[in-house]
């Protein structure tokens, strides 16, 4: 069983921000993998929108907020019975420009709150991570920053990212971890 979580802020306010990057990953994702007639979120559990595809795969997006992220993920890896190796996180990261992705495995949390509070509720860093860059203004303090909306100019840019990261993430289901990183960690 594999469990593709993205990472995000729920709620109207915070739909376009850098932060939802991962929401907009694993909803495109969905979108994808489901015929567009079924119902997309099927069941809200453990503070999370989860859809299940197939017998093995279920994609989540945690209701708390970000900081409290680690929480929900860890009820539902006990729920689905589900190893650190078969977490797959996706979320922002300001160390990348915007428009790059990078599959890391056993990594810190690079100061990502959201990545920190899973991996201290999880006791482990040891899970797939897609980082999905969203670039980073220095004038702005990172908190703020990741809150703000994407300028008009970046959104192909984002757009681009996203449809990469559901790519990356195809491939990791199909060829593996190791094979996806090669290709897209350039």
Do not use: C
Not at 21 to 26: D, E, T, W, Y
Not at 90 to 96: A, E, G, N, T, Y
Not at 172 to 186: D, H, R, S, W
Request: aromatic share 8%.
């Amino acid at each position: 069983m594999i469990l593709i979580v993205g990472l995000g802020n729920h709620g109207e306010r915070y739909e376009n921000t850098r932060h939802n990057v991962g929401f907009m990953v694993v909803e495109s994702l969905l979108k994808k993998l489901t015929p567009v007639e079924k119902s997309m979120w099927v069941e809200k559990k453990f503070n999370a929108e989860i859809a299940k595809v197939g017998d093995d795969l279920i994609l989540a997006k945690p209701l708390s907020f970000m900081n409290a992220s680690g929480e929900v993920v860890t009820r539902l890896m006990n729920f689905y019975k589900i190893t650190p190796f078969g977490l797959y996180l996706v979320h922002d990261d300001v160390d990348l420009p915007l428009g790059r992705i990078k599959i890391t495995v056993a990594r810190g949390s690079a100061g990502h709150k959201g990545v920190g509070s899973v991996m201290e509720k999880l006791g482990s860093q040891n899970f797939v991570r897609i980082r999905v860059g969203v670039g980073k203004d220095w004038r702005i303090a990172t908190d703020r920053f990741v809150l703000k909306p994407f300028m008009l100019w970046e959104r192909g840019k984002l757009s681009q990212a996203v449809k990469k990261a559901v790519e990356a993430l195809e491939m990791i289901l199909k060829e593996g971890v190791e094979k996806t990183a090669n290709k897209y960690n350039q």
